[in-house]
Structure formats: C-alpha cells, structure tokens
C-alpha cells in the first residue's frame, strides 16, 4: 500500500485534557508537514488550529465527548458553537446508553441534531464498539446512516477498548458505501494502519500519527 496515502487517512489527535498551546502548534506544522488527514482537537483549540492551518488542512473537533451522556440540546448547541468557531468535521459520540436500552430511535435522533448543527460538514458517530454486542454495533451503525453522519468511528480511545478489525469488518458491512468508518483507539504502527484500511477503515484516528510517519522516513517509505 502507497505510504503518503496512508499518511492522508490519519486524523491526527490531541485530546489530552493538559494539552498546551505549544502542543496544539507542534501538532499543526506536524500536520502539515506530513499531510494528513485532518487534526482532531477539543473545541477550545479549534480557532488557534485554523488560524495555523490557514485552511492546508481540515480541523476537526468533538462533540459530547467521551461520554455521549450529553442532552442532545447540548450537542447540538456544542457542534454549531464549533461551526462557529470553524470546524471542519465533528466527531461525536452517540448516546451510548440508548443503544444499550435498544432505543435506537432516541440515538438517531441525538445523531440528527448534530448533523443539522453541523450544516453539511462531516459528522463522524463514535459508537464505543467495547461497550455494545454484536447486535447494538449494527443497529448503532444504522441509526447513524439514517441520520445523515458521514463516518461511523469505532471508539474514543477512553473507555478501556480500542479499534479491532473484526468491528472495522462489522460496521463496513453494515453502512456498506452509505457511510465511510473510521478507525481509532490503540492504533499505532504503520502495520496496524494498513490492517484497519484493508479491512474497511477509510480514516484512523491516532494520537501516534508524527511516529507513524517518522517511522515511515526511517524506513525509506515516505
């Protein structure tokens, strides 16, 4: 697999609560640097990142995050105030006590609020793949398409389980070309990476992504 093209699938990540503001810059000359994907930062970050990025590069942010406990009013309220600000993409996490209850209707809904908030923009759906069965990961997946996100993403990264290829394989299978997945937690080699892509994943999501491409230049393939 072409090395640059898989650099261009990450969404490099900083959602460290401690993080500074010489972090967020190191993080945004390292995106552009290497080209990839977007970065993903806390709302609070997002005007500094697009007066760096100067538009070289989308900014993501996050949306009732790490939860998903937020009131929808909430989440919606925090992906327009992030519009506002300039995100490009939100990444949100769904109400994952819904979906444990089977209220798939309730998480859809969630969904749909943030995705009119977001005014066209991309909406990732964060389903937290640790904490469903088999079941509720495909019903997450639906709800998601039927309310208009882009991307279904396989987990925060917080909640004590990360991507696996099996969820990858799961969710692709179920939004087919509908939506796009987006792989993330635990993610942090170049092997790892190509594993997910092959698998169904069109964008990963790491707070590895500079190692990852160093890596890449230590080997000779970047």
């Known amino acids: 697999m072409d090395k640059q093209k898989i650099l261009s699938m990450l969404d490099s990540t900083l959602l460290k609560a401690d993080a500074k503001k010489e972090d967020i810059v190191k993080l945004c000359e390292d995106a552009k640097k290497y080209r990839f994907a977007a970065v993903c930062v806390h709302p609070c970050h997002v005007e500094l990142c697009k007066s760096l990025l100067k538009g070289e590069l989308p900014v993501a942010t996050v949306v009732g995050?790490?939860?998903?406990?937020?009131?929808?009013?909430?989440?919606?309220?925090?992906?327009?105030?992030?519009?506002k600000r300039g995100a490009d993409e939100l990444d949100m996490v769904i109400n994952i006590g819904a979906v444990r209850d089977g209220d798939y209707l309730k998480a859809e809904e969630d969904i749909r609020g943030v995705v009119k908030a977001a005014g066209g923009r991309i909406v990732k759906v964060i389903i937290e793949t640790c904490y469903l069965t088999e079941q509720e990961k495909i019903q997450a997946c639906l709800a998601a398409k039927r309310a208009g996100a882009s991307f279904v993403k396989t987990s925060t990264g917080l909640a004590g389980g990360g991507a696996t290829i099996e969820d990858v394989r799961l969710m692709k299978k179920t939004v087919?070309?509908?939506?796009?997945?987006?792989?993330?937690?635990?993610?942090?080699?170049?092997?790892?990476?190509?594993?997910?892509?092959?698998?169904?994943?069109?964008?990963?999501?790491?707070?590895?992504?500079?190692?990852?491409?160093?890596?890449?230049?230590?080997?000779?393939?970047?």
């Open 176 to 222: 087919g070309d509908a939506l796009k997945v987006k792989a993330a937690g635990g993610i942090r080699s170049i092997e790892e990476c190509e594993k997910f892509i092959e698998a169904g994943a069109e964008r990963i999501g790491t707070g590895t992504a500079v190692k990852i491409a160093e890596g890449l230049i230590s080997d000779g393939g970047y």
């Open 65 to 83: 995050f790490p939860m998903g406990a937020n009131a929808p009013e909430v989440k919606a309220y925090e992906a327009a105030d992030a519009v």
